[in-house]
């Protein structure tokens, strides 16, 4: 059985930084995975905001413009943990942030896409504030 838990997520500032993350367990393809960050803001639409897959295949990262440049993905494939370093957070950086995992497929069609993950955490909360 899959199992994503987020942890990380909080209140902070405008301009402050916060360090998500995503322990994997059980998933039966080991390092050949592609996992993912998405969030899904009040009244919005989920959606993919970062990438990775490191494994046989290569490496793919992607990061959506919004955040391109403040958020970094990476991945230690010893532990199955992902995470997501968020800097200089604005407001409309506000949401639910959920991590996501399948196939190398779905790191390879550029932004994530909900429909090509099966695997996701239960989500955590990130708050910005002025």
């Known amino acids: 059985q899959v199992h994503l838990v987020e942890s990380g997520g909080g209140s902070v500032q405008t301009g402050g930084s916060l360090r998500l993350s995503c322990a994997v367990s059980?998933?039966?393809?080991?390092?050949?995975?592609?996992m993912s960050w998405f969030r899904q803001a009040p009244g919005k639409e989920r959606e993919g905001i970062a990438a990775?897959?490191?494994?046989?295949?290569?490496?793919?990262?992607y990061y959506v413009d919004s955040v391109k440049g403040r958020f970094f993905i990476s991945r230690d494939n010893f532990n199955g943990t992902i995470y997501l370093q968020m800097n200089s957070l604005k407001i409309e950086d506000t949401a639910m942030y959920y991590c996501a995992a399948d196939r190398l497929s779905a790191c390879m069609v550029g932004r994530p896409v909900v429909g090509n993950f099966d695997y996701w955490g239960q989500g955590t909360q990130v708050t910005v504030s002025s």
């Open positions: 990775i897959y490191s494994g046989a295949a290569g490496g793919i990262k």
């Open positions: 059980g998933y039966p393809y080991a390092n050949q995975y592609c």
